[in-house]
């Protein structure tokens, strides 16, 4: 990746979906002591982690889905945590992909938004656990789109182990922005959401011209909106822009371009506006959905090319709630599954 210096690989050869990935998997030196935890390709828990070495101390920007995969990324630090030791870490939002490894740092400072730390448990590992247990079964199920929830729910969680997983939810909790200070090393974190979820932050190291996003930024991954407003997603977009940093760490995807923002703010505006002229007629997120995702100015965008684009479902629901046209669902747990269930079928 252009900017960065592969430090310690894992040396994988195809991603966690069984893909081959566009950039080698591991430890990036993106700046001076600032490292980037690359996962390709940035699909369903590929998340990026940050890691900042302050002197005698390091802070860890997000943990993964499970502890395996945490612990992973330990290991191929370890030459750096040896000589200085994660003392905080810091959450930029609540979706399980970026705080359930917060279980191994128990005690350590934990730092989020207040939002974050309100939505962490929604939805909980054994919940998780349950549906990737029962996913084998969904797929033998031909009725009404199981079996296509169940390959898309197994093949998403196959890769990570939630059974022995406790959230750890963060004890210092911040609104709008709040400034750190380790060793010497300044740490501006900036409340963006509600956008991607409720809670979203992202972490500016100033004198390291390093930002680490968090997700409201992907990079050829299509990006979600589980909460909305979008407007939220898109002025933290700016506030990147603003930043001027050297080097930007995503969510999710290969460090970011300036043009990959643009790209996504552009995605934002489309979507907007091709789907409200939808719901105000009278048409289901699913069925508008599937009419964005064949229109030409779909397939002829840089958006056609990204990954998972089967997400606009749920942006899409989120949309139409915001603007106050709230289609029927099903209660609770079965009201989730039938939400993936839908999006699972979006691409057929």
């Not at 992909?97 to 974050?116: E, K, M, V, Y």
């Not at 939630?162 to 409340?191: D, N, Y």
């Not at 508008?288 to 100015?297: G, N, P, T, V, W």
Request: net charge negative; charged share 20%.
């Amino acid at each position: 990746m252009i900017g960065a210096r592969l430090a310690v690989g894992t040396g994988r050869v195809i991603t966690r979906m069984g893909e081959a990935p566009a950039f080698a998997e591991g430890l990036y030196e993106i700046a001076e002591s600032t490292f980037a935890w690359m996962v390709p390709n940035g699909s369903w828990g590929e998340t990026n982690l940050g890691l900042i070495n302050c002197g005698r101390q390091s802070v860890l920007i997000d943990t993964c889905w499970d502890l395996h995969f945490t612990r992973e990324m330990l290991e191929h630090a370890e030459s750096i945590l040896t000589k200085a030791p994660i003392t905080r870490v810091i959450n930029t939002h609540a979706d399980g992909d970026h705080c359930w490894g917060n279980q191994l740092f128990s005690d350590r400072i934990i730092t989020a938004t207040r939002a974050c730390v309100d939505h962490m448990m929604h939805p909980s590992p054994r919940q998780l656990w349950a549906i990737k247990s029962s996913s084998k079964l969904l797929r033998c199920l031909p009725l009404a789109g199981l079996d296509s929830l169940g390959k898309y729910m197994g093949d998403m969680l196959a890769p990570y182990e939630f059974r022995k997983l406790h959230v750890r939810p963060a004890q210092e909790t911040f609104s709008g922005e709040m400034t750190i200070t380790v060793e010497g090393v300044t740490l501006h974190l900036i409340e963006t959401g509600p956008g991607h979820t409720d809670g979203d932050c992202m972490v500016w190291v100033p004198e390291r011209q390093a930002v680490f996003a968090g997700d409201i930024l992907f990079v050829g991954v299509t990006p979600v909106d589980w909460a909305g407003p979008v407007e939220n997603i898109r002025r933290g977009l700016r506030r990147l822009l603003e930043l001027n940093p050297e080097v930007i760490v995503p969510g999710h995807g290969p460090l970011a371009l300036y043009s990959d923002i643009q790209d996504q703010v552009d995605y934002w505006d489309w979507l907007e506006s091709t789907l409200e002229p939808m719901a105000r007629s009278g048409l289901s997120p699913f069925d508008a959905s599937r009419q964005c995702l064949e229109r030409h100015d779909f397939r002829s965008s840089a958006f056609a090319r990204w990954r998972c684009p089967e997400r606009i479902f749920t942006s899409a629901c989120t949309l139409y709630r915001h603007w106050g046209v709230t289609p029927q669902t099903l209660p609770g747990s079965l009201g989730a599954l039938d939400h993936f269930r839908k999006q699972s079928l979006v691409l057929r």
